[in-house]
């Protein structure tokens, strides 16, 4: 799902699509609410002004329109677990999408050559982004998009966020770059064949086909060469790497695995890092970061500006990798070769919760305990790791818990 910072926290993107019953969203109706209906009613009035007309109003949020309760419930649904790498990855880069991703390529070869052609950015992965975000146009979403941004607009967490993107999709159809009952996407507001918000449409979208609309739905050309058109904007640089997988020496300094820490191929070089064979690193004018998805334990990759610009597209770092290991796989490259043995059972958010309940018990600040493995957490993780002596990763496993649980359980 594209969208500038935010869009990718909101929607489930990070995860795999949610399969949702057409039946169950066709109409987006409740039991009335006049609160909603009240809110609308305003909104309304701010669509008008800003210069969206009462015919798009009209036939995109209809009279007696009310929230769609499913997408309520899809917003407020937290997982359940939090998910290793390896979990993550192999759920996403199996023998089933890569035998249809190379179906699609050889289906679709003349149009994405001519995308590469035009914007620089490798058939591989732009194909791999199709691949994971619809499984190649097989999931687009089937909620009717205005009605599922009101919902989210109304009374949301990010209301603001919302409202704006609700007012962006009016304007693309007030544009008639499709009718109104054919806006349809996920339940966060993303749409067609690479899963564009509305905002991230208007700045990116393309219509490579010149038939007067921009039709990233049902239009592949518009939706490859709106896709690069995104990436070439965001930064990619044609002809270089997004990085590979590499091995750490003995006694690497932990410190500098991170996505903050560039260094030159030939700094990393120096200080012992290798391709997976061991042989040393090709020479590359390019400064890269050091990152490890599952630990120390787990695969470490060495990756460049191009990823950076994969996480602008969606900022997990799982799902970046995933895009780029699934490109990789696409331009012939093999599996992943280290770090399996690494420790791959899944937390609970329950289990987060109680290293962080853990953590701050100890004095380590992190914020607000939320079962959520974000920075602050990671840090203190980190800065915990060091003081008792283990490898200072900042990566919650339930190998540290358990250490944890042995060395200060809970009201102990």
Not at 172 to 182: G, N, S, V
Not at 184 to 189: D, I
Not at 191 to 194: D, I, L, S, T, V
């Given at each position: 799902?594209?969208c500038?910072a ?5 929607a ?5 699509p949610v399969?949702?019953?057409p039946?169950q969203?066709?109409?987006?109706t409740?039991?009335?609410d ?6 609308l009613a305003?909104?309304k009035?701010e ?6 007309s ?20 899809l ?12 979990n993550?990855l192999d759920r996403r880069?199996d023998?089933k ?11 679709h070869?003349k ?8 914007y620089?950015i490798?058939t591989s992965?732009l194909?791999?982004?199709?691949g994971?975000e619809?499984g190649?146009?097989?999931s687009?979403g089937?909620f009717p998009?205005p ?5 989210l607009a ?17 304007t ?11 806006m ?6 993303a749409?067609?064949?690479?899963q564009?918000?509305p905002?991230?449409?208007?700045h990116?979208a393309v219509?490579?086909?010149?038939d007067g609309r921009k ?8 939706a490859?060469n709106s896709?690069?058109n995104?990436l070439?904007?965001?930064g990619?640089?044609p002809g270089?790497?997004?990085?590979r997988e590499?091995?750490?020496?003995e006694g ?5 695995a991170?996505p903050?820490?560039l260094?030159s191929?030939?700094?990393?070089t120096?200080?012992g890092?290798?391709q997976?064979s061991?042989k040393?690193?090709?020479p590359?004018?390019l400064n ?5 998805p599952q630990?120390h334990?787990?695969?470490a ?10 996480m ?14 699934l490109?990789d796989?696409?331009s012939?490259?093999?599996a992943l070769k280290l ?7 899944r937390l609970t958010?329950d289990?987060?919760i ?5 953590l ?9 305990i939320?079962?959520?493995?974000g920075?602050?957490?990671r840090q203190?993780?980190?800065n ?8 200072a990763d900042?990566?919650a496993?339930?190998?540290l818990?358990e250490?944890?649980q ?5 009201g102990?």
């Open positions: 799902m594209v500038a935010l869009l990718h926290s909101v489930a993107h990070a995860a795999e399969q949702i019953d039946a969203v066709q109409t987006p409740t039991a009335n006049p609160q909603f209906a009240a809110w305003q909104f009035q669509a008008l002004a800003s210069g969206i009462p015919q798009t109003l009209a036939v995109a949020l209809p009279e007696g329109v009310q929230k769609i309760e499913r997408v309520i419930e917003d407020q649904r937290q997982p359940e677990f939090v998910d290793t790498f390896w993550y880069v023998e999408r890569i035998r249809t991703g190379r179906e699609k390529l050889r289906e070869r149009t994405f050559n001519s995308v590469q052609a035009r620089g490798p992965v194909l791999a982004l199709w994971l619809t190649y146009g097989a687009t089937s998009t009605a599922a941004l009101a919902t109304y009374g949301n967490r990010r209301s603001a966020f919302f409202r704006s993107e609700l007012l962006h999709a009016l693309i159809l007030e544009q008639q770059h499709l009718p109104a009952d054919k349809m996407g996920s339940w966060a507001g749409m067609g064949q690479m564009f918000m905002s991230t449409f208007l990116h219509d490579a086909d010149d039709d990233i739905w049902h239009s592949l050309p518009d490859f896709a690069a995104y070439r904007r965001s990619w640089r270089e790497l997004w990085g590499v091995k750490l020496p690497f300094e932990l410190d500098n991170s903050e820490i260094k191929v030939k700094a990393w120096r200080l890092v290798r997976t061991g040393p690193l090709p590359a004018n890269g970061s050091i990152i490890l630990g334990e787990g695969p990759f060495l990756v460049y500006r191009n990823f950076h610009v994969i602008e597209w969606n900022r997990s770092i799982n799902y970046a990798l995933a895009v780029c290991h490109s796989r696409f012939g490259g093999g770090g399996r043995n690494a420790d791959n059972r958010r289990q987060y109680e290293i962080q309940k853990m701050l018990q100890l004095g380590y600040p992190l914020g607000i939320d079962g959520v493995p920075t602050k957490t203190a993780i980190q915990y790791q060091r003081t008792v002596g283990l490898p900042g990566h496993s339930a190998r818990l250490y944890m042995r060395a200060a359980p809970l102990g």
